[in-house]
């Protein structure tokens, strides 16, 4: 167990829907980060959060948006969703705002999202 | 343009026996690499994190070692076991002011009886 929690576990929804995803970083954590893993593909870096101000972006559709609240948990927006958005979206945390700091990043068990 | 690339695509090994995966990378300027192992359908969990001046590191049966000056990185699995079974991810952090993460695709390793 990372001590990251991502909600909900599995999603399914149609085209055009909107969803909202969930993270909780580990006690202490400071930054959050936001990954998208379709299928057989590898990870995707989205979003980084750091004590809720946006830190990094990568490569992050606009029709997707995320933000930090102050209790720290983190929120993925993704809308007018197209069935090539199913994928495995991965939120992870680390205690330090740059990855230029060797730290660990802790990976949560991601939420699989159906677009049908 | 920053890239990080795994060698072999895929592998698959009796239980037992050792092997090695490898990334290169053409990160610049550099930090530090990472290696993960992520089991199907779950999240990365990390196995090692090497900075510039460090050449090897073990996590257990893993050790991963680092030349910073052909920008190549590999990971050893010693007397693999059925539980190695994974993806194996190589990451490398730049050390630009505007740092981020580039992900090589993964060895989907297999260990067989």
């Known amino acids: 167990d990372s001590g990251v929690t991502q909600t909900p576990k599995h999603l399914i929804t149609a085209t055009g829907q909107r969803v909202t995803l969930r993270c909780s970083p580990r006690s202490g954590d400071l930054s959050v980060y936001w990954y998208q893993q379709s299928l057989d593909q590898g990870l995707q870096f989205l979003i980084q959060y750091y004590n809720g101000e946006e830190r990094a972006k990568g490569n992050i559709l606009e029709r997707f948006s995320a933000q930090q609240f102050p209790d720290l948990h983190s929120e993925l927006n993704l809308s007018s969703l197209e069935l090539g958005d199913s994928a495995l979206y991965f939120c992870?945390?680390?205690?330090?705002?740059?990855?230029?700091?060797?730290?660990?990043?802790?990976f949560g068990p991601g939420t699989r999202l159906t677009v049908l | 343009k920053n890239q990080v690339e795994q060698s072999p695509q895929s592998l698959i090994i009796l239980e037992g026996k050792n092997c090695t995966l490898q990334?290169?990378?053409?990160?610049?300027?550099?930090?530090?690499l990472r290696w993960y192992k992520q089991d199907t359908g779950r999240g990365p969990v990390s196995l090692t994190i090497m900075t510039f001046s460090e050449n090897t590191k073990s996590n257990g049966r893993y050790t991963a070692t680092l030349d910073a000056d052909t920008k190549q990185s590999s990971l050893h699995i010693t007397a693999s076991q059925l539980s190695d079974s994974a993806s194996y991810i190589c990451?490398?952090?730049?050390?630009?002011?505007?740092?981020?993460?580039?992900f090589g695709t993964g060895t989907r390793l297999q260990v067989t009886l």
């Open positions: 992870a945390s680390s205690a330090y705002s740059d990855s230029r700091h060797a730290d660990t990043q802790y």
């Open positions: 990334c290169n990378y053409t990160v610049s300027p550099f930090s530090n």
């Open positions: 990451v490398v952090s730049g050390a630009g002011t505007a740092s981020k993460l580039t």
